[in-house]
C-alpha cells in the first residue's frame, strides 16, 4: 500500500484591502493486492481473482476577501471535493472474445470469472475461482460556494450571508460485464445423487 498526500497553498495581497488565497490537496492510496478484501489468491494475472483498491480523494478552495470599509467585510469562497473509490484488476485489456473465444460479454476488460470449479469436501481436487471479482469505480462529488459580509457596528458585529452545496455520488459496476460462467459437479455426478454427498464427499468432478 501506498499513500501520497501533496498539498499547496498559495497567498496573494492584490491591495492593502483585497486578499487571494487558493488550496489544493490530494490524497492518493494505491493497493494492487491484498489477501482478504481484494481476494488475492496467489494465482498470476490475468486469471488471479485478485482486485486492487485505488482510492484518489482531492479538494480546491478559492477566498477572497475585500475591506470594503474599516468596518465592512466581503467574503466569497468557492471549493470543489471529489473523492474516487476504485476497485480494478491489474489487467483491465482482456478480451475474453479474441483470447478465448467467449462472446458475448458485455465489456473488453477482464479475464471471465470461473466458479464452482472445486467442490468442497471432494477429494478429486479441482482449481479455486479465477478471474477478478466484482469491481465499481465510486465518485463522491461536491461542489460549494458561500458569500458572507460583516459588519462591526460599536460593540456588536452582524454577519450575513449564504452557503450553497451540491453533492452527487456517481458509480460505474464492472461486476460480471467481462462475463460469469459457473460450473457444478451435479453433470458428473451419478444420476440419482445430483447435488448431494456420501459421506461428505461429492460424487461428481466439477472441474
Do not use: C
Not at 465489456?107 to 472445486?118: D, S
Request: hydrophobic share 30%; proline share 6%.
Amino acid at each position: 500500500r501506498t499513500t501520497t498526500i501533496p498539498a499547496v497553498k498559495l497567498d496573494q495581497q492584490i491591495t492593502s484591502a483585497q486578499h487571494l488565497s487558493f488550496y489544493w490537496s490530494e490524497t492518493k492510496t494505491s493497493s494492487p493486492y491484498s489477501a482478504t478484501y481484494g481476494a488475492a489468491n496467489g494465482l498470476p494475472e490475468p486469471i488471479t481473482t485478485a482486485i486492487g483498491t485505488y482510492i484518489t480523494s482531492h479538494i480546491e478552495r478559492l477566498n477572497y476577501d475585500y475591506s470594503l470599509r474599516p468596518t465592512l467585510l466581503l467574503h466569497l469562497g468557492a471549493g470543489y471535493q471529489q473523492d474516487y473509490f476504485d476497485t480494478d484488476a491489474k489487467t483491465l485489456n482482456y478480451d475474453a472474445s479474441q483470447q478465448l473465444g467467449l462472446v458475448g460479454a458485455t465489456l473488453a476488460r477482464n479475464f471471465p470469472q470461473f466458479t464452482g470449479l472445486m467442490t468442497t469436501g471432494n477429494p478429486g481436487g479441482g482449481m479455486v475461482n479465477m478471474g477478478p471479482v466484482g469491481q465499481n469505480h465510486n465518485y463522491y462529488q461536491k461542489p460549494t460556494g458561500n458569500a458572507s459580509l460583516t459588519w462591526v457596528r460599536g460593540n456588536h458585529t452582524y454577519k450575513f450571508g449564504g452557503e450553497a452545496r451540491v453533492e452527487g455520488y456517481p458509480a460505474s459496476i464492472f461486476t460480471n460485464a467481462n462475463g460469469s460462467y459457473g460450473f457444478s459437479p451435479n453433470e458428473t455426478g451419478p444420476a440419482y445423487n445430483n447435488g448431494q454427498s456420501l459421506a461428505g464427499i461429492v460424487p461428481g468432478f466439477a472441474y
